[in-house]
Structure formats: C-alpha cells, structure tokens
C-alpha cells in the first residue's frame, strides 16, 4: 500500500444525498432467534462511522441486510435512498468487504477482480488501477489462495474500489494487516469520507476506531444502544472502550464488584 | 446480462478445474474407446461404418455426466469459497445471475461434447486403422449424433446449474444426481412404468441414441430434457430468491 494518493474521482461529483445509509425498523431472526429487533439508524456522507457491538450482536447480519444478501422479515434499509438491489449500478455506488476469504482460491487476484469487474461493465485497467492502489500489484497474478491473511484484505478492499463507489461498507478491515496496513487504510478511509463520501465500518479495535472514525453505533442483542460522535463518548480520561462496554454491559458483574 | 455472461465465462477459463474437468474426460474418452476398439469382439465391427462403432456409444453416455458435474460446480463452487458474496454484490439481481451461469454452463458443454465426440472419433479411426478396417461413414450421419451429444450435453450442464443452487453443497449435489441416475429413476421407472421414459436419464439417452429401444423419439425427448432443465431452474433460482446468503 505504497500510494497515498485515493484513486478516486470524488471531487467534483454531486454531492452525495444523505442520509447515505439508512436502516429502519429492521428485524431478522434466525429461527426464534432475532438477531436484530427493531433496528434503526442512518450514516451520514463526510464522515466515518464506526459499527460496534460484541460477538453475536448483529452487526454482521445488519450490514447484509444493507447489501441484499440477507431479507428482514420487517423493516427496510437503503443506500441513496433505494434498497441495494434496485441501485442502477451497485458497483460504482457501494463498495463493501465482508468476509478475508470470499473468492475462488484457485484463482488469481487480478483474475478475481477482473471476474468482478466484467460483471460491472468496468475496464480490466481499473482491475491493475485499484491493485496498485491496495499495493497487490506485485502478487496480482498469484493464486489468491497462497495469499497472507492481510494480502486477502488487500484484495477484498480493492473488489470494493473497483466502481470507484460513493459508500464503503467494510466488516473488520483491520483484520491481518499490519500496522503499516492499518495506517494506510486509516488515512485511506479519512480522505475518503472527507471527500463527500460515506463510510460505515465495523471493528473490534476500540482504540482504532476511536482513531478512524467520526461518529460510532453501538449495537447489542440486535438493538441500537447509542449513535453519538466520539467525541461525545470519549473524552478526558474516558477512552471509546470505556464507553463501550459501559453502553453493552459486557461485564455489569465484575464492574461492581 | 452480457457482462454477467462475459464473467461467467471468464470464471470458467480463469481457473484450471474447468479444464481438468475437460481434460479427464477427453482421457476417459480416449482410454475406453481405445479399449473398445482394441477388444477381441470387434474384428465382427471392423468395416463398419464409424457411425455404427460400438467405440461411439460410451462417449455419448459419459460426457453428459460430465458437464452435469460441471454445472453443479457453478453455483457450489461460489457457496463453498464465499465468492457468491461479491458476485451478487455485483449483479444483486440473482435470476440474472442464474441465466448468466446456463449460458456460459450451456456454452462450455458444447465445448466438452465437440472434444468428447471428436476425441473419440479420431481414437477409434485410427485403432480401426491400425487393425487394418475399412474406414468409411455417413458424414450426415456422424453430424447428426455429434449434434445430439451438443444438445444433451449443454441441457445436463444447464440441469446441473439448476440443481447446484438449489442444493448448494457441492458433494450432496454430485452424490444426489448419481444416486438419482442409478438408483430413484431405475426405481421409479419399474413402480410406474409409464414416466419412466419421460426421467431425465431416460430422455439424455433418447437423445443421443444409446438404448434406442422403449425411448422417446429424439425429438421429443430434447423438448422433455428442456423441460427437465427449466424446472431444475426454476426451482433453484425461486430458492435463490428467497434465500439468505450468510
């Protein structure tokens, strides 16, 4: 990840409309389970917004809900104002990474991307534009499957750069990269979003997100705890962690003892 | 639906199972027909025209079994790597997805038949040759029954598409349809002996030929392997549509 520059072409484009994201009254259940219950909030362009909550609270769930791959039995979520599967051209509007491993290992990244990038109409040179953009120009035409845990990363952030899209959505990017890796991708996120974009990004690094993002959700059991800046949550002595487990009460027992 | 074909396709060539795939058949084709013509039996054959070989008929009933496998494979293989995820990231409209997938299945089982068939052609001509037969054939007659092995083979890739997504575990579907060939059609065709020429095992013979005897006339049984394939479809991609993808 040696340029710093963003490869994008956001300056000069329209505003983006907000709420950039918005999830309403969205309920899923697994079974009796619900994973999420009555969940609502939206994400605004120009600033990053961290997606938080334990294990097991909903945060994966919600984000495919937002991306169509997952139906809520009640409620809605929409990207610029329409459900994900009824945007005119996904690609170049959303870019999300779910999951370190989610291509065919047997093929190669560039191939990958250029499997991706012909499903969108886009040119194979925005596939060696966006390798070089995450720094995997040099292991571009190795199977993807031989690849580091931060390499797969790499790659599926650049699947999400592909469109040059308006909105991020990434689960635990941070995941395997090295602190250079979380550096770039720091700063890459920031000018992101300081260009007029949107960025919803879940972790588990409390101390990272409180470094990259603007504004943060907190969810658990399903349920919105808080949407605040982080500012607001963590000041003085009171880091983001603090705030966090205090809003999910990971610990209620041990903190009064 | 272009660019989702032309991924679909680059999917295909862009990793080397495909080609094993096409590879082992061709070495299966080659090796039996090779045997066939090599047995003792066949010195009664060898002036046979090369359309009434015995050599012919394994390659008519193996191939399809092959690009069935490859059709399951299209959809299996992207549940098993996580790989749907982007892809319907990309193209969120799933029934585009799945037509996407029958053409470029349809269109690598044309390729598989055309080597099948050839492979086994040129394997058999030149062991007649070399046990010194008469060449000769009917070229309107050899055309014809490569053009069915084409149309059987690309129906049972499109067969397969249809029931890799609706199983979407690859083994179970694999193991299924072979369990369906030799053991739930033999079966249902000795309870109701009526439908057993309308199954779709029954209906692939019909159309290329092999146990021509008690089959549907080939005609008839593409529009019945069609309707095969559009059901198997159907169903997948009306599971597909509802389904969650974790």
């Known amino acids: 990840m040696q340029t710093r520059t963003i490869g994008t072409a956001t300056e000069?484009?329209?505003?983006?409309?907000?709420?950039?994201?918005?999830?309403?009254?969205?309920?899923?259940?697994?079974?009796?389970?619900?994973?999420?219950?009555?969940?609502?909030?939206?994400?605004?362009?120009?600033?990053?917004?961290?997606?938080?909550?334990?294990?097991g609270a909903g945060k994966s769930t919600t984000l495919r809900i937002v991306l169509?791959?997952?139906?809520?039995?009640?409620?809605?979520?929409?990207?610029?104002?329409l459900p994900y599967a009824s945007l005119p051209e996904p690609t170049r509007t959303v870019g999300a990474v779910l999951e370190t491993q989610s291509f065919n290992p047997l093929r190669s990244g560039r191939n990958h991307l250029r499997v991706l990038a012909t499903a969108s109409g886009l040119p194979s040179a925005r596939v060696d534009e966006v390798l070089e953009l995450v720094g995997l120009s040099g292991a571009a035409r190795r199977r993807a499957g031989k690849y580091s845990l931060g390499m797969r990363q790499r790659l599926g952030l650049a699947g999400a750069l592909l469109?040059?899209?308006?909105?991020?959505?990434?689960?635990?990017?941070?995941?395997?990269?090295?602190?250079?890796?979380?550096?770039w991708l720091r700063d890459f996120l920031r000018g992101f979003a300081a260009d007029g974009n949107a960025v919803l990004v879940s972790s588990h690094l409390l101390s990272e997100m409180a470094q990259l993002a603007d504004e943060v959700i907190v969810i658990n059991r399903g349920r919105l705890v808080k949407q605040a800046p982080v500012h607001e949550l963590a000041n003085g002595s009171r880091t983001l962690e603090d705030a966090f487990f205090e809003l999910t009460e990971e610990f209620p027992e041990e903190g009064a003892r | 639906m272009k660019d989702q074909i032309a991924s679909e396709i680059r999917k295909l060539t862009s990793t080397r199972s495909a080609y094993w795939l096409l590879a082992g058949l061709a070495l299966v084709v080659a090796f039996t027909s090779a045997s066939v013509v090599g047995a003792d039996q066949m010195t009664t054959n060898i002036d046979a025209p090369l359309e009434h070989q015995p050599f012919l008929v394994f390659p008519l009933t193996v191939t399809t079994v092959f690009t069935m496998i490859l059709g399951i494979r299209s959809f299996t293989d992207e549940f098993r790597h996580g790989s749907i995820v982007p892809t319907l990231l990309a193209s969120p409209d799933r029934r585009r997805v799945l037509g996407a997938k029958l053409v470029a299945v349809s269109a690598a089982s044309v390729v598989y038949a055309v080597v099948a068939f050839g492979t086994a052609l040129a394997v058999g001509?030149?062991?007649?040759?070399?046990?010194?037969?008469?060449?000769?054939?009917?070229?309107?007659?050899?055309?014809?029954?490569?053009?069915?092995?084409?149309?059987?083979?690309?129906?049972?890739?499109?067969?397969?598409?249809?029931?890799?997504l609706a199983v979407r575990h690859q083994?179970?579907?694999?193991?299924?349809?072979?369990?369906?060939?030799?053991?739930?059609?033999?079966?249902?065709?000795?309870?109701?002996?009526?439908?057993?020429?309308?199954?779709?095992?029954?209906?692939?013979?019909?159309?290329?030929?092999?146990?021509?005897?008690?089959?549907?006339?080939?005609?008839?049984?593409?529009?019945?392997?069609?309707?095969?394939?559009?059901?198997?479809?159907v169903v997948g991609g009306q599971l597909m549509q509802r389904r969650d993808v974790a």
């Open chain 1, 12 to 55: 000069g484009r329209a505003p983006l409309g907000s709420p950039a994201i918005a999830v309403r009254g969205v309920t899923k259940r697994f079974g009796d389970v619900a994973a999420v219950e009555d969940l609502g909030f939206e994400v605004r362009p120009g600033v990053v917004t961290g997606f938080l909550g334990p294990n």
């Open chain 1, 68 to 81: 169509g791959l997952v139906h809520p039995d009640e409620g809605s979520a929409t990207v610029l104002g």
């Open chain 1, 163 to 183: 469109g040059d899209p308006r909105v991020l959505i990434l689960d635990e990017p941070a995941n395997g990269l090295d602190p250079q890796g979380i550096r």
């Open chain 2, 125 to 164: 001509a030149i062991g007649l040759a070399v046990q010194g037969g008469e060449l000769s054939w009917s070229a309107g007659a050899v055309a014809a029954m490569g053009g069915n092995l084409v149309v059987a083979s690309a129906l049972w890739g499109a067969i397969g598409v249809g029931v890799g």
């Open chain 2, 171 to 233: 083994l179970a579907a694999i193991v299924g349809m072979f369990l369906w060939s030799l053991v739930v059609e033999s079966a249902l065709g000795a309870l109701v002996p009526g439908v057993a020429r309308y199954l779709p095992d029954a209906a692939g013979s019909a159309i290329v030929g092999v146990d021509a005897a008690n089959l549907l006339t080939p005609g008839f049984a593409v529009a019945v392997l069609a309707g095969w394939a559009a059901l198997a479809a």
